[in-house]
T-cell receptor
Framework: EDQVTQSPEALRLQEGESSSLNCSYTVSGLRGLFWYRQDPGKGPEFLFTLYSAGEEKEKERLKATLTKKESFLHITAPKPEDSATYLCAVQDGVQFYFGTGTSLTVIP | NAGVTQTPKFQVLKTGQSMTLQCAQDMNHEYMSWYRQDPGMGLRLIHYSVGAGITDQGEVPNGYNVSRSTTEDFPLRLLSAAPSQTSVYFC???????????FGPGTRLLVL
């Protein structure tokens, strides 16, 4: 049973073209939802933690939001250096379940 | 601070061989975990530890052992390698079970 589903699998944007990535989850006792960025050949890098529906976090061109069943990562006016795979993870108890990620390419 | 370090970076094993993947952190984090990352599967939790002397199984523990004798170190042992264990392995640590995790650079393992 899939716990975390991310969409789209891949996204190509022109520089400056804003968009959103989606993460939907089915865990019953969500203790936290996490967003990570992963560059090729490297380990994931922490971006945000969200704990309750309605919560929002921002960092530079990224903004994460959370509802009861999904989270969005909004990217405003992206730059080529934002190209990476973005991973979503949910915490159920003391275990974490990751989605398969969205591969973002920002074209100059 | 070095953060989370992993050795080796790359390893080739033959089926049936055993080996230990090393993981260390210098942030005095209590929670440490091991994941494997396979194409199309996402990161899957193998084992985790909430403190020295305490370990537990994650989603895919079969074929792997762990121990946590110190706060800093959390080695992952492959008992008898199989081709299905070909993957990229990541170690991570956080202040507590609910904290943001810091990941190591990964170990690429190929089992022939």
């Amino acid at each position: 049973e899939d716990q975390v589903t991310q969409s789209p699998e891949a996204l190509r944007l022109q520089e400056g073209e804003s968009s959103s990535l989606n993460c939907s989850y089915t865990v019953s006792g969500l203790r936290g939802l996490f967003w990570y960025r992963q560059d090729p050949g490297k380990g994931p890098e922490f971006l945000f933690t969200l704990y309750s529906a309605g919560e929002e976090k921002e960092k530079e061109r990224l903004k994460a939001t959370l509802t009861k069943k999904e989270s969005f990562l909004h990217i405003t006016a992206p730059k080529p250096e934002d190209s990476a795979t973005y991973l979503c993870a949910v915490q159920d108890g003391v275990q974490f379940y990751f989605g398969t990620g969205t591969s973002l390419t920002v074209i100059p | 601070n070095a953060g989370v370090t992993q050795t080796p970076k790359f390893q080739v094993l033959k089926t049936g061989q055993s080996m230990t993947l090393q993981c260390a952190q210098d942030m005095n984090h209590e929670y440490m975990s091991w994941y494997r990352q396979d194409p199309g599967m996402g990161l899957r939790l193998i084992h985790y530890s909430v403190g020295a002397g305490i370990t537990d199984q994650g989603e895919v523990p079969n074929g792997y052992n762990v121990s946590r004798s110190t706060t800093e170190d959390f080695p992952l042992r492959l008992l008898s390698a199989a081709p299905s264990q070909t993957s990229v392995y990541f170690c991570a640590s956080s202040q507590g079970p609910g904290g943001s995790q810091y990941f190591g650079p990964g170990t690429r393992l190929l089992v022939l």
